[in-house]
């Protein structure tokens, strides 16, 4: 049986991660790694879990085929680099790291070493996104994320929340980029508003961000040359027609963790580095949104 590490168990491990993981034991050997034993110990049982681990060398000494990285942001870089110096395929959570020339070392470090370095960009995966992705000769993608109040950073606000739905839009587009325009709003120090429009040789496509918006809300509109359809909240589609509108809505007994894509690109990657498969977030496309991002925050 196949070994894969888990380092860093805090929320969004325990949310997102575990639950899934837990459910893969009769194909995969699980170790999880975090400094808080008591934590560990806690996960460890809650999910029937074997092994422990307190730190990356401890668990790079059992040779797993792959580790999820679900450590902050700032330390992706050393733990990346470290296990891929090992012969450990990645999985990390978005982002890789604020820094594109990281971003950029860190995947030509992967290739060298033949190895998968994979972003979680869980919303490519989710079935009413994956709907929107069919719809043939897309002329207008419109992607908006709204907080009701949130003082956020924009270095903060662009990389946590906005990069999600910078590479929801990029996804979407069946096209290259042929331009970026991008605007900040801030209040203080902080993000309010962020405006970001990309262009193809067909397509149009918006990304706004607001951060005092008095509700939460995520949506993508994509327009073809005769379809139009709406995603909101990854929970609901919405296709529009001459004659009307057809609403959908994800079944009741569906996972939480299906309907935003989180369990399609876990095991997508696991298949992935088990099999010897394609990069499910291929490397061109994960660094196109770390450096679209990039440029955001740099543009005020």
């Known amino acids: ?13 325990q949310k997102a991660y575990l639950p899934v993981m837990s459910e893969l034991q009769d194909k995969y050997e699980w170790h999880l790694t975090t400094r808080n034993k008591d934590k560990g110990e806690f996960l460890k049982k809650k999910y029937n879990f074997s092994h422990l681990h307190q730190t990356l060398d401890q668990l790079i000494a059992e040779h797993p085929l792959a580790v999820f990285v ?5 330390t992706h870089a050393e733990i990346i680099e470290k296990l891929l110096m090992s012969g450990i395929n990645v999985y990390v959570d978005k982002p890789v790291s604020e820094d594109i020339d990281e971003v950029k070392r860190l995947y030509k470090l992967a290739a060298d070493k033949k190895l998968l370095l994979t972003c979680g960009f869980n919303r490519r995966f989710a079935p009413f996104n994956q709907e929107l992705k069919k719809i043939p000769n897309k002329r207008m993608i419109t992607v908006e994320k709204t907080r009701e109040n949130v003082e956020q950073s924009v270095h903060k606000a662009i990389f946590d929340l906005a990069i999600h739905s910078v590479d929801t839009a990029l996804y979407l587009m069946d096209e290259p980029v042929k331009k970026v325009n991008s605007r900040l709003i801030l209040s203080d120090e902080n993000l309010a508003q962020s405006y970001l429009e990309i262009e193809g040789e067909k397509s149009q496509v918006q990304v706004t961000t607001n951060m005092m918006s008095g509700l939460n809300l995520e949506q993508s509109v994509v327009q073809g040359n005769d379809k139009r359809a709406v995603v909101t909240n990854l929970s609901m589609l919405q296709r529009y027609s001459t004659g009307g509108i057809e609403m959908i809505s994800r079944p009741d007994w569906e996972q939480n963790l299906v309907t935003r894509g989180f369990k399609t690109i876990i095991i997508s990657f696991l298949n992935s580095v088990s099999e010897k498969l394609e990069n499910p977030v291929s490397p061109e496309s994960s660094i196109l949104s770390h450096e679209t991002c990039y440029k955001i925050v740099h543009s005020k």
């Open 1 to 13: 049986m196949e070994k894969i590490g888990v380092i860093g168990l805090g929320k969004i491990a």
């Open 70 to 74: 679900h450590t902050p942001t700032h």
